[in-house]
């Protein structure tokens, strides 16, 4: 297109120039707001020299926007069968997960593959029995009337996607039809028919809200294509109506892989943006123009970069949003993801609105406690929660290792890898609730059999990865279950912690000495965690009958309470009643089981309050080898929704307070 400029204000004869660009703009068919300013600055251009900065600014504008995917899209494949049977074979298990997918897919679906309603308003009998008949055969359901005043009685019984209507009639004329239908129904689209000496009105009506007008007589070609765009406007809007999917749960988990399968079986483009660090409301919505460098948002750019404006479209990492002084991008995001804004979305560098109804937006997260209030209000969100080892192994056999072979150069040869191996791989090389880290080591151990290969260190013929064969591979084992083989111990208590990288096992501990009555918290504990203490330390005092200890155990001492690993942030209400099972372990001189894990918030009184992340931590809990959990009673409705490979071997115990678990915890020394 730069070509178009070359003469500029130094050539009187640009005229066909301006022509030839002006058509090749036209041709592409752009809304007619953004044709309006395309062509309005081409104007502008003609009247800068061309070695000015501002010259080329405009020529990139241009260049920007006659390059939007303004009218591309891809049809949607909308057999729902199709999407089961992608979603099946690439995601193992999950199957709560894909039912949600599913039904909110059979929900966009059916809004769009359901039938276009018409009505069709002119008192010409012959014209009424033609759009009919046209329309009918297109697939529309269509009804007729033959007056205005007919035509609002239909309204008043059923809302229609689009009224054709005549716009001389009497009574109630096109016109006022067209005043009525924005008024109270603003969701139906209004196309006017107009004859040769009503033009001008026509125009008229277009200002006021109605779609298009058709001119006639009646080219049925153009009826045609007037009434598809009208309603595939439509389509987009009843589109994203429906909530936005917000994936959460740790990393690795199959958050991406998900939105990338829903891409697959709808056959759209898939793109992904990470919104992890971003605080400038310009990363979303654009720079304007006057900026040296002025750069559209990242949304706009990856539809650009797309081709295509119904993709699927990731927003990645959406609970690490950030915020400053440069604005809020989170409430771009919210107009970005509101269908009452998006069909006119405006980036600050185009400054001309672009619709992004028919774009699918998948938001994910680790958790969802960091999420706005009003974006996640506009979430339907689906968890994850991290796999067991079973479950690992399986999508490690199914999934992970025919990649990793494949892309190691190994497709022909027979790598097998033994489930014992897997198992220490998973347990001794891995921690995560995800598959991020099995999917490295599985890899990790591919290409070093495809170098010894290459290399013929090895024997072709016997390639069975053992578990000792892993050792060899992968070194030293990294992770240790201290669990197992580890030591009851006085005043240290196991307790189960959720983060954001899924459930964690933590070891309270609590030493006393002589003092001056301080309590003492080290492991780099957050407020709530520190406040936990003191109240369970303050609980135990007020109550030393019952726990038969002397009411003056702490005069003249200090007790010091630790949790290690002492460099990582630890913060929540849920460790306060391991904090007072540690105490309590120390206090009484009896040691807590190691095998015996709890999670619950305490009261002042005792009583066990209800914490968040269940799963998370049970999963936590099996992997770490733990026989016994103790959850609140009031987590107790959640137990049921658990799957049975997630409970096997873990004995749950319920409990609405403390002192119901002290012999499950504590042992006779
Ligand atoms: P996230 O986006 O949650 O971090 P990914 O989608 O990137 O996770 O998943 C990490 C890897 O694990 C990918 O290779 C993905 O295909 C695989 N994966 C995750 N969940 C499953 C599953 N249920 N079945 C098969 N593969 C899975």
Redesign the pocket.
Known sequence: MKGFFKKGLEDEDDSSEIHELRQSVLDKKMPEPVEKTVLKEIDRLFKIHPSSAEYTIGINYIDYLTTLPWNQYTEDNLDINHAESILDR?????DEIKERILEHLAVRIMKLSAKKTILVVDDEKMTRMNLSHVLGKDGYEVEIAESGTKALEKMEETTFDLVITDLKMDKVDGLMLLDSIKKNSPGTEVIIITGYATVLTAVDAIKRGSFHFIAKPLKLDEVRTTVKSALSKKTGVMNTRSPVICFT?P????????GQSIATSLERKFVRISLAGIKDEADIRGHRRSYVGAMSGRIIQELRRAESNNPVFMLDEIDKIGQDFKGDPASALLEVLDPQQNSQFIDHYMDVPFDLSKVMFIA?ANTIGRIPAPLLDRFEVIS?SGYTVEEKIN?ALR??IPKAVEDAGLGRNPLVFSEAALKKIIREHTREA???EL?RKISSICRKITRKLVKQTMDPTDLEITEKRVDDLLGPSQYHFEIAGAKDRIGCATGLAWTETGGEIIFVEATKMMGSQQLILTGSLGDVMKESAQAALSYIRSNTQIFGLAPDFFHGHDIHIHVPAGAIPKDGPSAGLTLAMALLSLLKGKPCRRDTAMTGELTLSGRILPVSGIREKLLAAKIAGIKTVIIPLKNQAELPTLSETLIKGIRIVTAGELIEIMDIVLKDS
């Open positions: 690439a995601h193992y298990g999950l749960g990393p690795g988990t199959g958050k991406t892989s998900l994910t994850l999508i999934h992970l995800g598959l991020r999917e």
